[in-house]
């Protein structure tokens, strides 16, 4: 008997110690209401979009490794909308694909996605419907699970002193908010028009047969929303909701290391170049690369994550902007779009003697 305990007692420990030594999962709540509304990305250049809990990004899920999460999704807005985690390992019907693993989710109904955090990485999530349209209208954010060993976290080997997430997208604000105003006035008639019928409104358009989807493509079928649109010409881009100038200097000193997780939710590609620095790309799509390297420029591609390593040796505001020529500015103007300074201060805490300005006729 008093062997069968102390097997017991010590299967108990064994299960335990992992949660010992690396400290217990827990569930992380959040809720994602989505609604339409307007969005200043410079003072004077609003556009309708899609927000979550109203801000652009959406939240923030950061959690540990082998937490659970739970996102009650709540469509406040008219288009249908699934929520998929990027570079993620989850239940097959909490991937967000529409039609694929779930319905979606429609005008005033909720969804509560649930799924174990894993693997550990710089991720994102993003809105799964219509995506040209729905992430460059707002939806999307970070998903950052950090290491449940502390081995494998990189800001521990690193010291990082700073680490900071920057979430990129290009917009084309006159399409969006065509887009946006016409999509509310479509789905509001056929809201009425489902009333009458006293059939529920479907709001885009699912084919009941491949035979009548193959028939569409060979009549040259547009989506209601793009008949008569051009796609969207982006002529501004974004970090963090924002084009330069109002996108927050890294503030660093000499000594320090920062942590960039760069990640490119929107639709084309950018290349950051870094003044007055090398760089360590030390993990893409979130995973740890198993040979770090060197580079300053850094090349992002729609859907990919890069984490960088900065130890700034000279103090100074420096540049860092992306080297197609169109990425660096806004409708045409440079300095704008996804440049952005990273501003390394000396021992006294001085930057420089000169204070960077605005000019949009260089
Ligand atoms: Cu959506």
């Known amino acids: 008997m008093k062997k069968k305990w102390t097997l017991a007692i010590s299967i108990s420990i064994i299960m335990l110690l992992p949660a010992l030594v690396f400290g217990a999962a827990t569930v992380k709540h959040y809720t994602f209401n989505i609604s339409i509304g307007e969005w200043n990305i410079l003072p004077d250049v609003k556009v309708k979009s899609l927000l979550i809990n109203d801000q652009i990004p959406g939240p923030t899920i950061e959690v540990t490794e082998g937490d659970t999460v739970e996102v009650k999704v709540v469509n406040n807005s008219v288009p249908p909308h699934t929520i998929h985690w990027h570079g993620l390992e989850v ?4 991937d967000g694909v529409p039609y694929v693993t779930q319905d979606p989710i429609e005008k005033g109904e909720s969804f509560t996605y ?3 955090a894993t693997p550990a990485g710089s991720r994102f999530w993003h809105c799964h419907w219509s995506t040209l349209l729905h992430i460059s209208g707002g939806m999307y954010g970070p998903l950052i699970i950090h290491p449940r060993d ?9 010291n990082v002193t700073l680490d900071r997430t920057m979430m990129v997208d290009s917009i084309d604000p006159e399409w969006q908010t065509k887009m946006l105003t016409m999509m509310e006035k479509m789905h509001s008639m056929e809201a009425m028009n489902a009333k009458k019928s006293g059939e ?4 885009e358009r699912l084919f009941k047969s491949v035979a009548e989807y193959k028939q569409a493509i060979k009549d040259g079928y547009h989506s209601p929303y793009l008949k008569g649109l051009p796609k969207p010409s982006y002529k501004y881009h974004l970090i963090d ?3 330069y100038p109002l996108i927050p200097p890294v503030k660093t000193k000499i000594g320090d290391t920062v942590r960039l997780r760069m990640i490119n939710a929107g639709n084309i590609p950018h290349y950051f170049h870094f003044h007055g620095m090398q760089l360590t790309v030390v993990a893409i799509d979130g995973n740890t690369l198993e040979s770090p390297y060197k580079v300053n420029a850094v090349p992002l591609f729609p859907g990919q994550a890069k984490d960088l390593i900065l130890q700034p040796k000279i103090p100074g505001w420096w540049a860092v902007h ?21 501003g390394v201060a000396n021992k006294n805490g001085k930057i420089s003697d000169y204070t960077p300005k605005l000019s949009l006729t260089q």
Request: charged share 15%; no cysteine.
């Open 200 to 203: 529920k409104s479907s709001g």
């Open 241 to 243: 909701g924002h084009p």
């Open 322 to 342: 992306d080297h197609a020529e169109s990425g660096s500015t806004n409708n045409g103007h440079f300095p704008g779009g996804t440049m952005f300074l990273i």
């Open 150 to 158: 502390p081995a494998q976290d990189l800001n521990k080997k690193y």
């Open 91 to 94: 239940p097959n019907n909490q």
């Open 114 to 116: 649930h799924f174990v």
